[in-house]
């Protein structure tokens, strides 16, 4: 048997691929031989990214394309994009999301909406865009982006949490409806990565009146390995589970968080 962790050949879509665990695991993919459409909302991104790993990664294809997860006809769009330029679609990396630190008191309705919209609804409407895709190939693998938040409720993330906790569940529940069609769904739930993501909570935390050097240093002192993960720890899983590997594997969250969750 071959040790191979491949996805050489296959055609894969990233959502949120702008951003620095999408990009990490556009790169990821691409390194191991696979197609990616490279999607996001902010479409200049979207291309600069494409243009980028295209250069690192001449012998794949990679091809930007604007989608808002939230808006049905953009993300139809993206998977007749796919299909158009690779004919297939084998891998989905569903990594959109969107995170602020509000407190909960003070939460106005439009913030929960809008936590609920990007990262509930729009793992939603890929996933049942992109199955639709892969059932007539009966094989496929979707992963989807939840997070520790998605396991464990934080005073500090009422509605962030809500909304993973719908990635995790939706994960267990899709991955039940496309086992028939020989397609494995999963979701990875990451801790602490310094991302854009977290500039803008740190900010909100500065906003807020607080130290956010002491927050982070609290957060990350927390964690049994003593450090934040990185955006290639989280494309590492997302591939592995992208990959023939986890051919007997679906309904399942997977922590990648130091230790800090451990169920
Ligand atoms: N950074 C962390 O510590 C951490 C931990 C757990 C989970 N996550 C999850 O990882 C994912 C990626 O986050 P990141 O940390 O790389 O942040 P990021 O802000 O760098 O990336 C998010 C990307 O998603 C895109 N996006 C936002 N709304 C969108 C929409 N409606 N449609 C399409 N694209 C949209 C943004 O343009 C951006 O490129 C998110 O789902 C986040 O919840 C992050």
Redesign the pocket.
């Known amino acids: 048997m071959s040790m191979e962790l491949s996805v050489q050949g296959k055609n894969a879509i990233v959502?949120?691929?702008?951003?620095?665990?999408?990009e990490a695991c556009v790169r990821a993919l691409a390194a191991a031989g696979a197609n990616v459409l490279v999607?996001?909302?902010?479409a200049a991104?979207a291309e600069r990214t494409a243009e980028k790993l295209q250069k690192e990664y001449p012998d794949v294809k990679l091809v930007p394309q604007v989608?808002?997860?939230?808006n049905k006809a953009s993300v139809d769009a993206m998977v007749s994009a796919a299909l158009e330029a690779f004919g297939r679609i084998d891998i989905l990396n569903n990594?959109?999301?969107?995170?602020t630190k509000v407190d909960f008191l003070e939460m106005p309705e439009d913030i929960y909406d809008q936590m609920m919209?990007?990262?509930a609804k729009?793992t939603f409407l890929v996933d049942q865009a992109v199955l639709k895709a892969m059932i007539p190939n009966r094989s496929g693998k979707i992963v989807n982006?939840?997070?520790?938040?998605g396991k464990e409720g934080y005073p500090t993330n009422v509605a962030?949490s809500a909304s993973?906790f719908a990635v995790t569940g939706m994960t267990q529940a899709i991955a039940k409806y496309a086992a028939p069609y020989n397609i494995n769904v999963n979701c990875v739930?990451?801790?602490?990565?310094?991302?854009?993501?977290?500039d803008?909570l740190l900010d909100d935390v500065t906003k807020a009146g607080g130290d956010a050097d002491a927050y982070w240093k609290e957060r990350i002192s927390a964690i049994p390995l003593k450090r934040p993960?990185t955006?290639e720890d989280?494309a590492h899983m997302f591939l592995y589970l992208s990959s023939p590997f986890a051919d007997n594997m679906t309904g399942q969250s997977i922590n990648v968080t130091g230790g800090l969750i451990l169920h």
């Open positions: 959502t949120g691929a702008a951003g620095n665990i999408g999607a996001d909302m902010d991104a989608c808002d997860v939230t990594i959109a999301g969107m995170s919209d990007v990262n729009g982006m939840s997070s520790m938040s962030y993973k739930c990451p801790g602490i990565v310094h991302t854009h993501i977290w803008r993960q955006a989280i």
